[in-house]
């Protein structure tokens, strides 16, 4: 199962990220623009990150631990890293969400 620490030290290694964090919540970000919310201390890891409509549905149809969004709003994507995803996917998604949240 991946563990919290090793995404975070993935998506910190992306360049221009940056931490804020709340009691339940890490936030990276690249700018001002969130990129990825992971909740902190929960088993499995729970985060969500930015992705294109089609494939937040792709992926919902495809696993159960895939859901829309609540922090990210509409082009947001829940995941609870239960296994069904590898550690490579999920960096894939990390790496997008960053991509999707250059500064406009």
Not at 23 to 43: P, V
């Amino acid at each position: 199962m991946v563990s919290e620490d090793d995404l975070l030290k993935f998506a910190l290694s992306l360049g221009e990220s940056t931490q804020k964090e709340d009691e339940k919540t890490r936030y990276l970000l690249r700018g001002e623009k969130i990129f990825l919310a992971m909740s902190k201390g929960m088993t499995p890891v729970r985060i969500e990150v930015r992705c294109e409509k089609q494939l937040s549905r792709t992926l919902q149809e495809r696993y159960e631990s895939a859901m829309g969004g609540r922090l990210l709003g509409r082009n947001g994507l829940e995941l609870v890293c239960s296994g069904q995803l590898s550690y490579d996917e999920l960096c894939d998604l990390i790496r997008l969400s960053y991509n999707l949240s250059v500064e406009e």
